[in-house]
């Protein structure tokens, strides 16, 4: 089994991690509701995409 020669030092284990880290998603605001939605995907409370509605809604019971 390989073994490394040398242990990884603590700042050359860090530097490797650094892009190891969470981004923040990008939101637009929706023009019917005002919600904040991602973007280029139907909107869960109106359906719609590009203005057109793409998915219909549930009847209320």
Request: charged letters at 45%; a positive charge; aromatic letters at 6%.
């Given at each position: 089994m390989a073994v490394p020669f040398r242990r990884t030092s603590k700042t050359a284990k860090r530097k490797?991690?650094?892009?190891?880290?969470l981004s923040k998603p990008t939101l637009v605001v929706d023009k019917q509701t005002g919600d904040l939605v991602l973007p280029h995907r139907v909107s869960p409370i109106t359906g719609e995409y590009k203005?057109?509605?793409?998915?219909?809604?549930?009847?209320?019971?």
């Open positions: 490797r991690r650094t892009h190891y880290k203005g057109k509605q793409v998915v219909r809604q549930k009847e209320s019971e």
